[in-house]
């Protein structure tokens, strides 16, 4: 699905007009080998993110990365486990140094509880890196904490956004 979707919109993207390309992450996200759990290497995976998305992002080319996967150094493909798609974002986001990294859901960012169950529930604005783990530790599904886990203690902005209300601003979740 991952490495599919991100043909179809890179696919979408040159349509529209912008130049772009689909990016495997297993090129840029170099792991252990624990297949379902794999931990990434920094140094490496750092190197690949740079070496192949800033030349990409300086020629005007919008990467559309898969997200999930990685691989070892010999090259067997390696899963980052639940919440990998998010997290490969935080990850790469935190490699290239990003203003901001953005996570797409079915809901409007981070709530008080969840608003499909709760009608009461209300949509925080900000949180901070350290409320929002403890969120996502005590089963704030919206979230994994290994998302946050490559953000903490930078400057990046990490948003909480509707993938059906793109304009919604969403939750953002700073230091």
Do not use: C
């Amino acid at each position: 699905g991952e490495r599919m979707s991100s043909r179809l919109v890179s696919s979408k993207l040159r349509d529209l007009g912008l130049k772009s390309i689909a990016i495997d992450s297993t090129n840029l996200i170099i792991t252990d080998d624990q297949f379902g759990e794999a931990e990434p290497d920094s140094v490496l995976s750092s190197i690949n993110s740079n070496g192949i998305l800033q030349p990409l992002v300086r020629d005007s080319i919008v990467p559309v990365v898969t997200g999930f996967l990685g691989s070892t150094v010999d090259g067997r493909t390696t899963t980052l486990g639940r919440g990998g798609s998010d997290y490969s974002a935080s990850i790469l986001g935190k490699f290239v140094r990003a203003d901001e990294v953005w996570i797409w859901t079915d809901v409007d960012g981070v709530y008080t509880d969840d608003p499909r169950s709760n009608p009461d529930a209300q949509i925080y604005e900000q949180l901070t890196y350290e409320e929002a783990d403890r969120m996502a530790k005590a089963g704030a599904k919206v979230l994994h904490s290994r998302t946050l886990e490559p953000l903490f203690g930078s400057d990046i902005v990490l948003r909480v956004k509707n993938t059906f209300k793109p304009e919604f601003l969403g939750t953002m979740i700073k230091s």
